[in-house]
């Protein structure tokens, strides 16, 4: 957000009126990377909304669609885990993940202790040879 105050303050000190489609533009431009939270996951890399909380890597309007539905009594099967998996517990009655990465599973596993509704699996991705 620092970067969107710091480029508003770089236009607003020019010496040319901007255009209204101008402000327009910019103020869209303000609204995607700063309270969509694109910058924080940008900077952290690691997706995540404005305030901080993790987000799937979903497209916004997915996101913002699906966090519109009541879910409570859904369940979710993913393949591949992560912010989806900490969001879909937030949201659903049961979330069962499925890891093939072993250092990913670990990490995401500390996040997910205290997750009674998320049955975590790592599958050990195995190739044919």
Partial sequence: MKFIQSLFGKINSGKTPLSAQTVKTLRGIEVFLGNYGWMNSVEK??????????IPWYTYPATEFLASIDLSNFQVLEYGSGNSTLWWQQRAKRVISVEGDKIW???????????SNVNYMYCENRKNT
């Fill in 105 to 115: 599973y670990d990490n995401v596993a500390q996040k997910l202790r205290s997750a």
């Fill in 45 to 54: 890399w690691n997706c995540e909304d404005s305030l901080g909380l993790p």
